[in-house]
């Protein structure tokens, strides 16, 4: 496809479940970033990969809260024993390159996590 | 990053201009000043970014200001597609640069018919 796809779209959790959420960034993207938004408010940075080297994990809220990029290409956001709190849109998000470039981040729809 | 500030709701009547302010009175002269919007249900999406001289695509203009410690998005002819809310962004780059981008609450743009 031709913009970044996230899986599943909506997710509902029983509090306590794992939960993993897929992020396919456009294909040859170096970055990759993984956002949280809670309804009615902006986007909160959770975690930022460079190929397979995640060099930011400062927004992850807890050590419940983990990311992987393995092969620098597809994306895992898991969640573990999740919270009603963890209840948000999880945005996944790619750009062309890392520090060096000035570019612009391409945004996936979300994945729409609700916690009962 | 610089922080930026805008104001928090704005309307405009469909079919004309909507200019959308922003204050980055502590941007630094590394940092580009990036605009996104978020319509409803759907990710943020890129509209325009510049440095220093004003920039001009197919969806808008961005002027920003000499001293650069402010700037205006600008939608020539708004469409109700346009309600959306719209984020201003100042980021870094290069060396000592950070890639991610720090969103704040945005504006809230509703386009009246």
């Known amino acids: 496809g031709a913009g970044v796809s996230q899986s599943p779209r909506y997710k509902v959790a029983k509090r306590g479940q794992d939960v993993a959420l897929r992020c396919d960034p456009i294909?040859?993207?170096?970055?990759l970033f993984w956002y949280q938004q809670a309804l009615g408010q902006g986007p909160e940075f959770l975690t930022y990969?460079?190929?397979?080297?995640?060099?930011?994990k400062s927004g992850l809220p807890s050590d419940r809260f983990f990311a992987e990029r393995p092969e620098g290409s597809v994306s895992t956001l898991k969640i573990q024993r999740t919270q009603q709190e963890d209840s948000a849109v999880y945005l996944c998000?790619?750009?062309?390159?890392?520090?060096?470039?000035?570019?612009?981040?391409?945004f996936g729809q979300g994945t729409r996590l609700t916690v009962v | 990053d610089a922080k930026t500030t805008q104001p928090p709701s704005m309307d405009c009547a469909e079919g004309r201009a909507a200019n959308l302010p922003c204050n980055h009175s502590t941007i630094s002269g590394n940092e580009y000043v990036y605009w996104y919007r978020q319509i409803h249900s759907q990710g943020p999406q890129y509209i325009i970014h510049?440095?220093?001289?004003?920039e001009t695509n197919e969806m808008a203009s961005l002027i920003i200001t000499e001293d650069r410690k402010s700037s205006t998005l600008i939608l020539p002819h708004a469409t109700l597609r346009d309600t959306a809310v719209y984020y201003c962004?100042?980021?870094?780059w290069g060396l000592g640069g950070d890639d991610k981008i720090i969103f704040g609450k945005g504006t809230r743009l509703h386009i009246l018919p």
């Open positions: 962004i100042a980021k870094g």
């Open positions: 990969f460079q190929n397979e080297a995640q060099l930011d």
């Open positions: 294909s040859g993207h170096v970055s």
């Open positions: 510049g440095l220093k001289n004003n």
């Open positions: 998000a790619s750009s062309l390159a890392g520090q060096q470039l000035n570019t612009e981040a391409f």
